[in-house]
């Protein structure tokens, strides 16, 4: 189990949290209340998969990127291994293992055509991890290696998809073949960073933040002045995505200094794992700051006490009490 992110491991006193910075729960908050491709139903475990090219129903409409597909029935008995095909190639980053994807989706089983899940209706792409018991393994053999703009169609047998058990939820049986259309719009790892256009900083009694776009950590320069009172959160680098809402989940990079010495005491950039989270489980210092932010932006957060740890900073962090927070986090994703 990784070490819990400081900023969301808070007294009860401050924010209700459910699980934070746990591995398990990071994974369910991934998923929605629709059956997404989430391996918590799923039987992980199984060998790596032969993959092969086919069989796979053709696509019959929607055929362009980012359409909502129509395919056809699967015709006669599909493959026992993981068929998978690029029917667009992309030419962005290639995915790996373990990286964050974002990508929309469509679902439906091989002998029925019966759709049981589509993230295109529902306008909002899934960000996922492709990870080991995060995901069904089919998804995460068959898209680890497939580039950024790419659609992929997938035949996925019952031992790489939700296993003998099946997901009733979604009235898949243990024993269907799952066929799956996915759009990869993204892909996010630990060296990845925000791209936003640069923003002036030019308040002198403010920290100013690194603006380095190569997925290292960025400089935080905090001045020998005294820390406002009031919570500062401004663009460093401003990105053109959608705006994060309150009760928003985001896929961030993030690092935490202490105003008074400067000393860093958190940061993702030093566990080389991304953070998600929901903006309902942080402190208020988070919430509040990173609310209407844009996706694609890095963020000077400076949190005074009322609205971080107050005088009861979690233990071992190195926080003392009433310690006033500068962050730069990096908003990646909308979960």
């Not at 190639?89 to 049981?116: C, H, M, P, R, S």
């Not at 003998?164 to 898949?172: E, L, M, V, Y």
């Not at 002045?225 to 809402?245: I, M, Q, S």
């Not at 730069?328 to 979960?335: C, E, G, N, P, Q």
């Amino acid at each position: 189990m990784r070490r819990r992110s400081l900023m969301i491991a808070v007294p009860a006193g401050l924010v209700t949290l459910a699980g934070c910075g746990d591995d398990k729960s990071d994974k369910a908050k991934s998923s929605t209340s629709s059956p997404s491709p989430s391996a918590a139903a799923s039987a992980s475990a199984a060998p790596p998969p032969k993959i092969v090219d086919g069989p796979l129903p053709a696509i019959t409409a929607g055929t362009k990127f980012g359409e909502k597909p129509t395919v056809a029935k699967g015709s006669g008995a599909p493959s026992k291994d993981l068929a998978v095909r690029t029917a667009i190639a992309g030419g962005g980053q290639t995915v790996a293992e373990n990286d964050y994807i974002q990508a929309n989706y469509l679902g439906q089983v091989w002998d029925t055509a019966k759709v049981f899940d589509n993230s295109y209706d529902r306008k909002t792409p899934l960000v996922i991890q492709l990870a080991q018991g995060g995901i069904i393994d089919g998804w995460r053999y068959g898209l680890v290696g497939k580039k950024v703009g790419s659609r992929v169609e997938m035949s996925v047998p019952p031992t790489w998809g939700y296993g003998t058990q099946g997901n009733t939820q979604a009235g898949i049986k243990g024993t269907d073949t799952l066929v799956f259309v996915v759009d990869i719009e993204n892909t996010f790892n630990a060296k990845s960073s925000a791209k936003g256009k640069e923003v002036a900083q030019s308040d002198a009694a403010l920290p100013k933040v690194g603006t380095n776009t190569d997925g290292k950590a960025p400089s935080i320069d905090v001045p020998k002045a005294t820390a406002p009172t009031k919570l500062v959160a401004n663009y460093v680098l401003e990105g053109d995505g959608e705006e994060v809402k309150a009760d928003s989940s985001v896929l961030v990079q993030y690092k935490g200094v202490l105003w008074d010495t400067g000393k860093e005491f958190d940061s993702t950039y030093n566990s080389g794992r991304l953070a998600q989270f929901s903006l309902q489980q942080v402190v208020k210092g988070w919430a509040q700051g990173l609310t209407g932010k844009k996706v694609g932006s890095r963020v000077l957060i400076v949190i005074p006490p009322a609205l971080g740890y107050g005088n009861n900073p979690p233990s071992g962090s190195g926080i003392k009490k009433d310690s006033t927070l500068v962050f730069s986090v990096d908003i990646l994703a909308k979960m």
